[in-house]
């Protein structure tokens, strides 16, 4: 339902115990919202601090990740659940530039500790996971367009290190080529404008899928 100008205004003119009342009950049914208002209101910790907190669970996963490899499949599920661990800081922050750098680092590490055991699994096998590392990489790109261009410094070396470590698997680098993803972009950090409808205009031909 559409918040129209008259509905909005009748909301402002409750009674402040009403309107407590009823954010109250929302809030039981919206944990992302508590969890949004508890850092807005109560939590002392700034951006930059929970952002290093996701640094190190981060670290913490890949490695676990590694240590415990079993197979491409496990790896894709595994990247997966940590990248919801990410998007849900971000929901809790509204961390862009974490959004970004945090997703280069879980690429970045699980790449760097197995490209080379992705790489030795049959294609087929070895194929949803490349796929997500690709359409990953994609998405970062279209983040990385909405920050201000400062931010491209901070971000370089993990951007270069992404780009090269794709180039150097064959599975990644196939793909890559594949759905349209120029590993140019990342080793130069020279990232088109249009980043955004480019990557659009791809998924809508049925790649990145």
């Given at each position: 339902?559409?918040?129209?100008?008259?509905?909005?205004?009748?909301?402002?003119?409750?009674?402040?115990?009403?309107?407590?009342?009823?954010?109250?009950?929302?809030?039981?049914?919206?944990?992302?919202l508590v969890n949004?208002?508890?850092?807005?209101?109560?939590?002392?910790?700034?951006?930059?601090?929970?952002?290093?907190?996701?640094?190190?669970?981060?670290?913490?996963?890949?490695?676990?990740?590694?240590?415990?490899?079993?197979?491409?499949?496990?790896?894709?599920?595994?990247?997966?659940?940590?990248?919801?661990?990410?998007?849900?800081?971000?929901?809790?922050?509204?961390?862009?530039?974490?959004?970004?750098?945090?997703?280069?680092?879980?690429?970045?590490?699980?790449?760097?500790?197995?490209?080379?055991?992705?790489?030795?699994?049959?294609?087929?096998?070895?194929?949803?996971?490349?796929?997500?590392?690709?359409?990953?990489?994609?998405?970062?790109?279209?983040?990385?367009?909405?920050?201000?261009?400062?931010?491209?410094?901070?971000?370089?070396?993990?951007l270069q290190s992404?780009?090269?470590?794709?180039?150097?698997?064959?599975?990644?680098?196939?793909?890559?080529?594949?759905?349209?993803?120029?590993?140019?972009?990342?080793?130069?950090?020279?990232?088109?404008?249009?980043?955004?409808?480019?990557?659009?205009?791809?998924?809508?031909?049925?790649?990145?899928?």
């Amino acid at each position: 339902m559409k918040l129209d100008n008259k509905f909005k205004e009748a909301i402002s003119n409750l009674p402040s115990n009403e309107k407590d009342k009823l954010l109250f009950r929302l809030l039981k049914k919206d944990s992302n919202l508590v969890n949004r208002l508890y850092f807005d209101l109560i939590d002392n910790k700034s951006i930059e601090s929970r952002r290093q907190e996701m640094e190190t669970h981060v670290l913490k996963q890949i490695n676990k990740m590694t240590n415990g490899y079993y197979s491409p499949g496990y790896l894709h599920m595994d990247m997966r659940y940590l990248s919801g661990e990410i998007t849900e800081h971000v929901r809790i922050t509204r961390d862009h530039f974490g959004e970004v750098s945090l997703n280069l680092l879980m690429l970045n590490g699980v790449l760097q500790s197995n490209s080379r055991k992705i790489a030795d699994e049959p294609y087929g096998k070895a194929y949803k996971c490349c796929m997500y590392i690709i359409t990953r990489t994609f998405k970062i790109l279209t983040l990385i367009n909405k920050l201000h261009e400062d931010y491209f410094i901070d971000l370089k070396n993990d951007l270069q290190s992404l780009g090269n470590q794709i180039s150097e698997n064959e599975y990644l680098i196939k793909l890559a080529i594949q759905n349209g993803l120029d590993v140019n972009w990342l080793i130069s950090v020279d990232i088109p404008d249009n980043i955004v409808q480019i990557h659009k205009d791809i998924r809508s031909q049925g790649f990145l899928k």
